[in-house]
């Protein structure tokens, strides 16, 4: 009997009927029909995507591409060769991948870089030599997404799915759209605080360290799922489990580090750009000025709070009418002078007791901290040289420093470390926050001696 040979992109194709053989032989030969088959290797060609170059033709068919060798050596090329289903590099159908300035430094994101193409052109004219995709139809459209669309080369998308998916070039379509989606959101999230010129001008610069960074690991991701397999592609037959399962665990631990790594980048970004909401430390410069502002806010919603109960206690027999006219002459709005004058579940209305006393017992509460830091900083650095290291007492800096003549134990690094101290290479020395518990374990370590200063 002749061997039939049936092209595996072929079986998705089939839909069989639970009749008999002759139905399923005729299913199988109009699958064949309906697609496209290279006639030197026999492998199925999607009729949607017929130049993909190496993707379904075997490395001794005239219809393959070799790779070049600037591709090959910067691992953008998997090559079918050598079992791993890879697609032509970029200079055969991909576009450029995304590339840093030889100064390592990104390109601009704000404003929005410009697109390879204009925006007018036709859609393919974006991604010369690639196939056709609907998932691509109206990026134009979409603004800044499309600003992104370059980083992520389709080669490297395909090629992460090779193996594990029926239709490669959709999904590597869709990694793609989701990587530009979101870096959008990720900008259009954080452009919100640039509220001046010095924090539109960090926004660019962190955003552009974040975009590189996240690229990196994105690609380094997609590596990493280019190489598993699944058995509905494959085939189960001498299916190698164990080399699979370790692949999959680090193609696992790429998509975690490249979530984690976004977490924490964004987060950093809007620490920069709002540092009006970290908390305030005594050893900081800025200390005194930001508990000075928060101090006149809490002053001022108290005065605010008793003229609006003063207020409405005053006009409460002439009614709401006379208390909505009282308060829209002390130039509040419609909305908040509803919330107001609404009754709460106890039936009170303006600004509860509670809220007042809270607030005056924040205002002590500042006032209090202010005067210890001003006190602290008034006091000069004193200096304790000891048998094992000298010890620097700063209050002005809230820090207790320990300088050792040299690299201390290991003993006596984990006793540091425990104690809440850091190894502080710009001032070369371990250093902790200034507190009482800090200050004993600094004059134990540094061991006897006499004050210097």
């Known amino acids: 009997m002749a061997t039939i040979h049936i092209p595996i992109a072929a079986f998705a194709l089939v839909t069989l009927p639970p009749a008999d053989d002759a139905a399923i032989v005729a299913a199988i030969g109009e699958a064949l029909d309906a697609s496209d088959e290279c006639d030197e290797c026999g492998r199925a060609i999607p009729p949607d995507a017929p ?74 004219a974006r991604h010369e030599g690639e196939p056709p995709s609907p998932f691509r139809r109206g990026w134009a459209e979409r603004g800044l997404a499309s600003t992104y669309l370059g980083d992520i080369p389709l080669a490297s998308a395909i090629a992460a799915h090779a193996g594990t998916s029926m239709v490669p070039e959709r999904r590597g379509d869709q990694e793609v759209e989701s990587y530009a989606a979101t870096l959008a959101n990720d900008w259009l999230s954080l452009v919100k605080y640039a509220t001046t010129d010095e924090k539109r001008d960090i926004l660019t610069a962190e955003f552009n360290k974040y975009r590189s960074a996240y690229r990196s690991r994105y690609l380094s991701m997609l590596a990493a799922k280019s190489r ?55 050893g900081d410069a800025d200390a005194l000025a930001r508990l000075d502002k928060k101090l006149a806010r809490a002053r001022k919603f108290q005065t605010d709070a008793k003229a609006i109960n003063a207020t409405i206690r005053k006009h409460a027999k002439a009614g709401r009418a006379a208390q909505v006219e009282a308060l829209r002459a002390m130039r509040y709005d419609s909305e908040s002078i509803e919330k107001l004058l609404t009754p709460d579940f106890l039936g009170r209305v303006g600004l509860p007791d509670y809220a007042l006393k809270n607030n005056g017992a924040e205002i002590r509460r500042l006032e209090a901290r202010r005067a210890e830091i001003a006190a602290a900083k008034e006091e000069p650095t ?72």
């Open 51 to 124: 130049n993909l170059a190496n993707k379904h033709h075997d490395s001794g068919c005239s219809l393959y591409v070799a790779p070049c060798d600037a591709c090959q050596d910067a691992g953008l090329v998997s090559d079918p060769e050598n079992g791993s289903g890879g697609i032509a590099c970029p200079t055969c159908s991909p576009r450029a991948p995304f590339q840093v300035g030889d100064d390592d430094t990104p390109p601009e994101t704000l404003p929005p870089s410009e697109l390879d193409v204009a925006e007018d052109a036709p859609e393919d």
């Open 228 to 282: 598993c397999m699944s058995t509905m592609i494959t085939g189960a037959s001498n299916f190698p489990t164990a080399r699979n399962r370790k692949r999959s665990d680090a193609a696992d631990n790429r998509t975690t580090d490249a979530v984690d790594y976004r977490e924490h980048a964004l987060a950093k970004i809007r620490k920069a750009l709002r540092p009006e909401l970290a908390p305030i430390m005594a």
């Open 382 to 453: 004193a200096t304790f040289q000891g048998a094992n290291a000298r010890l620097e007492d700063c209050p002005a800096d809230n820090r207790v420093r320990l300088f050792y003549p040299g690299k201390p134990d290991s003993k006596t690094r984990d006793r540091l470390k425990r104690g809440g101290f850091r190894w502080t290479p710009s001032l070369e020395c371990w250093q902790a926050y200034r507190n009482p518990a800090s200050l004993e374990l600094a004059r134990v370590e540094a061991g006897p001696g006499e004050v210097e200063s």
